[in-house]
């Protein structure tokens, strides 16, 4: 037991996650904030549904805008704080990446150190790893913890008509998800293959510019930079065309589960309040996007593995 969750402990994606916990608790209070505001304005429907004259409704109208506005401008504040820890742990490490290059440059290290990789860490890894690894996990543990908070409340409405009814959308959503992951993940280790050659490729360029330029012979040079410069950007493409086809089919789902879910309230399957209608659909609104945002999310995360697993070769 101790030994299996030593090698846990050691992983280095738990590392890298542990490494970024105030970003998490900073983006994670943004989905609690949202739960507690949905609560309190659901709570102030109540109230509105009951009373008679409208004028008497002015006040929790009021209310809820205030709620609506508080709610936005913190978390925007708590996002952007999360964000803000992200890249200054990202900063940091591209100022070790240097430190250790400079220092193993002096005791003539060893091929593994060279420009190149040095390069390719500063220059690549490091931002797809902040990109498409930090910024997904923490957006992920988020949007994780409102939908489950989401569930709960529609529990409480519907029961588990509504969540039977939405299951078979979920299951095809995750299959297909895992899919696109695989697909992902073999394209971040691709990606930082080619990005290594193309630096070398822009080194010998640059080196060999001057000469070929007096020579006015230029060609040779331009197919030897395009046989590593052409595949590097077909891969970046097929990543964003990949990303976002995942997100299209997330955006379908949204649409067919919040559309299972209107069908539910308007065909009176399941009995509710006026008040626990207006409430269901705000959880809805908030909540679907949250739950497929994180498949998307997901997808992507594998993007930024092979990022991650190159710079824990770093020393500390």
Known sequence: MIKTFSVFK???FVKRILSIRNSIISYSFASVLDL??????????DRISEINIIS????????TILLIIFRTAFVFLLRRISFNIIFKKKFHKEKIIVEQYIENKSKNSSDKNDLNLFKEKLVNSSNLAA?????????IISELIFATGGIIILLRIFG???FLFNLPVFFILIIFSK?????????GKSILQYTEKRLN???NVSILAIELSAMADSGNLVNYFEKVNQPFNKI???????SNMMQIYTESASFIIILISLITLISGISSTSLANSATSLAVLSRMVPSFTRSISFITQLQFGVPSVVRLSQMKK
């Not at 990109?131 to 957006?139: E, G, T």
């Open 10 to 12: 050691n992983n280095i």
């Open 36 to 45: 507690i505001t949905i609560l309190m304005i659901s709570s102030i429907f």
């Open 56 to 63: 008497d409704a002015y006040f929790y109208i009021f209310l």
């Open 131 to 139: 990109v498409n690894f930090d910024i997904p996990v923490a957006s």
């Open 160 to 162: 588990l008509k509504l």
């Open 179 to 187: 899919f696109v992951s695989r697909k992902l993940n073999t394209l």
């Open 201 to 203: 490729a822009i080194d």
């Open 236 to 242: 970046l493409s097929k990543q964003i065309i990949t």
